[in-house]
Nanobody
Framework: HVQLVESGGGTVQAGGSLTLSCVGS????????MGWFRQAPGKKREGVAG?????????YYADSVKGRFTISRNNAKNTVDLQMSDVKLDDTAMYYC???????????????????WGQGTQVTVS
């Protein structure tokens, strides 16, 4: 079993920055693939960023956040962070950390491919 706990959410002005952090624990943590997702009211959960650590740190981003968000992980601290900069109103959502992602990287952004989820942290851009 894996437990994921997100933190760092809050209200931020458009154009500002925010860093989300996810700390995990459990037998199957950390996994090679971890990701950050978000879900706005009335919308589907979407992949924001994914990271693979087999042989290096390979990172993937949704087009909507490329150049603005950065995912990173620290296996020694069991954390995965999402640095958000130049945030926009459309970034407002509940953000979730996920672990146990897919082996095949081309489907990193599919929520149904992840085994474990945190409870989420709210980000509101004003």
């Amino acid at each position: 079993h894996v437990q994921l706990v997100e933190s760092g959410g809050g209200t931020v002005q458009a154009g500002g920055s925010l860093t989300l952090s996810c700390v995990g624990s459990g037998t199957n943590y950390p996994s090679e693939c971890m990701g950050w997702f978000r879900q706005a009211p009335g919308k589907k959960r979407e992949g924001v960023a994914g990271i693979y650590t087999d042989g290096g740190n390979f990172k993937y981003y949704a087009d909507s956040v490329k150049g603005r968000f950065t995912i990173s992980r620290n296996n020694a601290k069991n954390t995965v962070d999402l640095q958000m900069s130049d945030v926009k109103l459309d970034d407002t959502a509940m953000y979730y950390c996920a672990s146990g992602g897919p082996y095949y990287r081309y489907i990193w952004s599919r929520a149904d491919q992840y085994n474990y989820w945190g409870q989420g942290t709210q980000v509101t851009v004003s």
